[in-house]
Structures are given as C-alpha cells and as structure tokens.
C-alpha cells in the first residue's frame, strides 16, 4: 500500500492516517475557540494555549505519520506546530474547507 508523501520545510513524511472532514472541521473549531480565548497579556493564557497547541500538534503527528513520542521529541517544538499546522492548512485545502 502507497502512502501519501507530505513535503514540510525539506522533509518528507509519509502520511499513514489522514483525518475526516469532520476531524479537519472540529479542528478548526477548536483551534477558533482557543484564539478566541488567548490573551496575550495573561502569561497564564498564553502558557494554556501553547500547552493546548503542542497537544494537538503531538495528536496529530502521532496518528497521521505514525511518529512515535521519541521521533516527536526529536523535533524541535517549533517545527513540531509548523509541521501540524501546515498539514491541517493542506487537508483544508485539499477538502476545500
């Protein structure tokens, strides 16, 4: 079986797991609802919303690409949330959301 290959910043992940459209479009919410709530002059928000992002972002890569919690923390924390929102924005394209 083929895997869809996902290009990100010179490096190829095979894509094992691509979410559903209603995966993508409760993503979205979530992902509204939380910069919704960020405050930027709260450090305690702010810690929240990172904590949340890097959870999603650790989701995402561990059932998409099949990383496993070492390979994830091999990545840098910048490129893990780069690599996962770059990935959510191609499959709300790919799905024309």
């Known amino acids: ?4 290959i996902f290009h990100h910043n010179g490096k190829e992940y095979a894509v094992y797991d691509a ?9 979205m919410k ?3 609802e939380r910069d919704r709530k960020l405050n930027p002059l709260n450090s305690k928000s702010t810690r929240k919303y ?12 561990r ?11 091999d990545i840098e924390q910048i490129e893990r949330r780069s690599l996962a929102s770059a990935f ?10």
């Open 88 to 97: 959510i924005r191609f499959l709300r394209s790919a799905n024309g959301l």
């Open 30 to 32: 979530m992902s509204d």
């Open 19 to 27: 979410l559903t459209l209603d995966e993508i479009k409760t993503i």
């Open 1 to 4: 079986m083929e895997h869809i």
């Open 63 to 73: 059932r998409c690409f099949h990383m496993t919690d070492s390979q994830i923390s």
């Open 50 to 61: 990172f904590e949340d992002t890097d959870k999603m972002a650790a989701a995402l890569l």
